[in-house]
């Protein structure tokens, strides 16, 4: 089956600086890659996606890259804000799956201010 | 749009008691509906998958006797943890797809379940 592993576990980051979190997964038939925030006591949110017909995307600060060859895929936040403190995770899932995901450790993102 | 609810939020519940929690898609039909557990400090570990009106799919070491999973309408399923111990404890979430050519999830808010 798939496995993803994710990279750093925590992160910490001064307010204003770009942070990148990786991933890398290991079932070449993977397709899609959504990327979820989960804040304190709360569910994750679905906060950027990509899809493997596509090499990068971007949503005002925050961008995902894929490289299809390589397997890995990775998230960057660009001029960090305190709110943007949470645990990320990436995932990873693949037609004719039901649509089951399957999701790094995480990481835990601290911006400094 | 895509908004996922749980009710309740947070449970407390004395061992060998039964806990029901409510997972709905408030504006959209989920065709597919997934029960994840979480525990402190780790990853989200797929608990069950289930499509509306049929039986769940539960994943290996997961006793379906123990999580009972419903899913009798396109937005609504629910997940009862029966004769509930205190190794139960943990932070249920549940998400939903619109449909199987629509691969992304919309999780709830989760339901944080304790169990004296």
């Known amino acids: 089956g798939e496995n993803v592993e994710q990279h750093p576990s925590t992160l910490s980051v001064q307010e204003g600086d770009s942070a990148v979190i990786k991933c890398t997964y290991s079932d070449s038939a993977s397709n899609y890659f959504p990327w979820y925030k989960q804040e304190l006591g709360k569910g994750p949110q679905l906060i950027i996606d990509i899809r493997s017909n596509v090499g990068e995307k971007k949503d005002q600060r925050i961008a995902v890259t894929l490289n299809k060859t390589a397997k890995h895929f990775s998230l960057h936040i660009t001029e960090t804000q305190p709110e943007d403190s949470a645990v990320y995770f990436c995932a990873a899932s693949k037609d004719n799956a039901g649509n089951m995901l399957t999701f790094g450790g995480g990481t835990r993102l601290m911006v400094k201010p | 749009g895509a908004v996922v609810s749980q009710h309740p939020s947070r449970v407390i519940c004395k061992s060998g008691t039964s806990v029901k929690i409510e997972c709905r898609s408030l504006d959209f039909q989920a065709t597919t509906m997934f029960w994840y557990r979480q525990f402190p400090k780790q990853s989200l570990m797929l608990m069950a998958t289930?499509?509306?009106?049929?039986?769940?799919?539960?994943e290996q070491g997961v006793e379906k006797d123990k999580f009972l999973i419903n899913h009798a309408s396109l937005t609504l399923s629910t997940l009862t943890v029966t004769s509930a111990h205190p190794e139960d404890s943990s932070f249920y979430i549940c998400?939903?797809?619109?449909?199987?050519?629509?691969?992304?999830?919309?999780f709830g808010p989760g339901t944080r379940l304790l169990v004296l």
């Open positions: 998400s939903a797809t619109m449909g199987i050519l629509w691969e992304t999830q919309y």
């Open positions: 289930s499509n509306e009106g049929s039986k769940a799919t539960y």
